[in-house]
């Protein structure tokens, strides 16, 4: 019956869970509001938000646990990857509770936590399954064979999904994050009225970089082409307006695109691979149009779809728990000398 409590902080969210023998039993998360005016997370004020809510979010997570100090078998918290300073915050956190309690250390990969998310809840997907993991800063394609081996078979080779979704929110004058901004005003528009190119990248890699200099030229000319022309240069009267009379079409056309690019490299990647358990997992798979594609092209191709809850997709602390978890069972822990890393090596 191992207690575990977990620590995640690698971007802007201070998170911290508790879970006994696989299952969270509590699960708290700070955001950090101060990025909005700047229009993207400002890492020095990640990292200092960090250091002011990490203990009331820890004591949060063990009081709604009752779980005392004492009794934690062991501490997982985020070592790669992320924002340096914010990653140093948890990873010292962590090996002071660690030193003074006594307790066994657990490193985890936040992106392989992103993909575990999908064991935290009945049903369960069987090994080996896919993943697409999408966040703000990453979009991948796992091929997860058990909690202790996962392999990217493909990845973004320029923007992340995430990304893609903040960027052209960003061009529509929306505020950061403007993702579930596009998600939002999308429900109620037409996703064929505009067409988005699609990249051609081979294999299993994305592109999202291309979509993004169509959506900018497309709302310089105010929708008339997506082919930069100065003949069709809108004044920024006509550009606002155009935005202001067609949000929710431009909305539904972007999402569409995105989510297509993502589906459609899932799908060869099912079809390459031979298997059928398909998960999605991070920030983006909180999009309603990527869950209900999800769902549809399963249906079409004989997939058994998996998606982690709402609040277990975006960053949280329950998916470093649920790994941790695992690794405890493998008797992977770590020694107080680990170092956080910005990067992403698997
Ligand atoms: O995994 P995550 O919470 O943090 C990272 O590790 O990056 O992902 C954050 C990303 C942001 O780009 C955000 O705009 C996007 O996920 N996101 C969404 C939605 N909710 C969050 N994108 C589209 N639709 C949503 N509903
Ligand atoms: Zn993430």
């Not at 200092?48 to 078998?73: G, S």
């Not at 320029?158 to 998600?183: N, V």
Request: glycine residues 8%; neutral net charge.
């Amino acid at each position: 019956m191992p207690l575990i409590l977990a620590i995640e902080s690698s971007c802007d969210e201070t998170a911290a869970s508790v879970c006994v023998d696989g299952k969270i039993i509590s699960n708290f998360i700070a955001n950090q509001k101060v990025h909005e005016q700047y229009g993207g997370v400002v890492p020095e004020l990640a990292s200092r938000a960090h250091m002011q809510n990490i203990v009331p979010v820890v004591d949060a997570a063990l009081q709604t646990a009752n779980c005392k100090l004492e009794t934690i078998d062991a501490i997982a918290f985020t070592r790669s990857p992320g924002l340096i300073g914010s990653l140093l915050v948890g990873a010292q956190f962590a090996k002071s509770l660690s030193l003074a309690l006594n307790k066994p250390l657990i490193a985890v990969h936040h992106m392989q936590a992103h993909v575990l998310a999908n064991l935290i809840a009945d049903p369960k997907p069987d090994f080996p399954f896919l993943c697409l993991t999408v966040s703000g800063g990453h979009t991948q394609i796992v091929l997860c064979e058990s909690p202790y081996k996962m392999k990217v078979i493909g990845e973004t080779i320029d923007d992340a999904a995430g990304e893609a979704f903040d960027k052209s929110a960003k061009l529509l004058g929306l505020p950061y994050p403007g993702g579930p901004l596009i998600d939002k005003y999308a429900k109620g528009g037409k996703a064929d009225r505009f067409k988005f190119p699609e990249p051609q990248i081979p294999g299993l890699d994305f592109s999202f970089s291309g979509l993004k200099t169509s959506i900018l030229y497309f709302l310089q000319n105010a929708g008339k082409s997506h082919i930069y022309k100065e003949e069709f240069m809108a004044t920024e009267e006509e550009k606002r307006k155009f935005i202001e009379n067609n949000l929710a079409d431009i909305c539904a056309s972007i999402q569409h695109r995105i989510v297509t690019i993502l589906l459609n490299k899932l799908k060869k990647a099912s079809i390459e691979t031979g298997i059928t358990d398909i998960c999605i997992a991070g920030g983006v798979s909180a999009n309603s149009g990527l869950r209900k594609g999800l769902e549809e092209t399963g249906k079409k191709y004989g997939w058994r779809t998996f998606i982690p809850a709402f609040e277990y997709c975006t960053d949280n602390a329950a998916m470093i728990a649920i790994t941790g978890y695992y690794k405890y069972l493998a008797g992977d822990f770590t020694d107080l000398s680990v170092n956080s890393s910005a990067r992403a090596e698997w």
